[in-house]
């Protein structure tokens, strides 16, 4: 395989130029998310560096979950499929330890035009189209997190209702699968708010009742943003968790 030339600054340490080499082949898709990529010492010859090089490059990826050491296995690129990772942008968690396993039910899925706040949200011009999604998502048999969702368009092309509710996994995987966007990471606004009429009657709470509002925007490749999610979380039996470093 030809060795990846890419532009970068004169400056910049050298695993930092690995690490850029890297990125661009998991953004060319070279590597699907859930493949091993090449040895260290093949990326290594590869790249015309040594292996302490690339192994610095690589583990600053995986400290940003884009790529997944296992030991004695190699190094993965992360994916929404595993178990351990379909929660992973998903911080809230029961009071009681139990085990998180949320069932969806898709409400909507229509294409609509932008407002002025989300376009600038994805990088889009008011009134481009974005495909609009209402879900519910329940625990345990209670509905407890109700998300309107909006993505771009023109990446998700074909994306209806029954694909969603015949899609068995998180969505982010279905975004993996069938669209070949992996989400990286995501940013969050959060406050707290009381439900009105409309968020009573899906998380089957009395009006007034205490909720969380998120807002979140999440990115793929190259810093991209490729869907806003409004969540909306009962955390009467539920907690948000985030963990600081």
Known sequence: MS????????????YEQIKVMILASLQAAEWLPGAVIPSEMELAARYAVSQGTVRKAIDELAAQNLLVRRQGK??????HQEDDWQYRFLRLAPDSGEKFLLTSQFLVCAKTKANSHRANLLKLKAGDMVIHIDRVQSFAGKPIVFEEIWLLAARFKGLDLDALNNWHGPVYALYES???THMVRAEEKIKAI???EALAGHLQLPVGAPLLSVERVAFTYGNKPVEIRHAIYDTSEQHYENKLN
């Open 3 to 14: 060795e990846v030339n890419l532009p970068v600054a004169s400056f910049s340490p050298l």
């Open 74 to 79: 190699g190094t993965f690129v992360a994916t």
């Open 178 to 180: 069938e669209y070949a």
């Open 194 to 196: 009381a439900a009105n």
